[in-house]
């Protein structure tokens, strides 16, 4: 079964960077697309990032381009999102997911059938 653990979030300043880790086991086939998705309190979750492990294809919102970078070290498999100049609004629990799909735009819940616990980051301001 697919396992996936997040890790890395905190209480940060505003300005100031995280890396967070999704570590995945478990999975069936060799290549796959890991995402971010984040949920500020009293909103809905909705996808941030995504990486396919195929050919490394990348997407971003709008709003963290320039600012977050998702990249995936097969060998351990593992994703990272790293997170810079960070901002209050930024502030969420954010989770990874998997799906057997390719990352070819915005992640949508209802494509991803495995998740992570989530991981909180709070920036203050």
């Known amino acids: 079964e697919v396992q996936l653990v997040e890790s890395g979030g905190g209480l940060v300043q505003a300005g100031g960077s995280l890396r967070l880790p999704c570590a995945a086991s478990g999975f069936v086939f060799d290549t796959y697309t890991i995402a971010w998705f984040l949920q500020a309190p009293k909103k809905e979750r909705e996808g941030v990032s995504c990486v396919s492990t195929s050919d490394g294809n990348t997407y971003y919102a709008d709003y963290v381009k320039g600012r977050f970078t998702i990249s995936s070290d097969n060998a351990k498999n593992t994703v990272y999102l790293q997170m810079s100049a960070l901002k209050p609004d930024d502030t969420a629990v954010y989770y990874c997911?998997?799906?057997?799909?390719?990352?070819?735009?915005?992640?949508?819940?209802?494509?991803?059938?495995?998740w992570g616990q989530g991981t909180q980051v709070t920036v203050s301001s």
């Open positions: 997911a998997l799906y057997y799909g390719y990352c070819g735009g915005k992640p949508l819940i209802v494509e991803y059938d495995y």
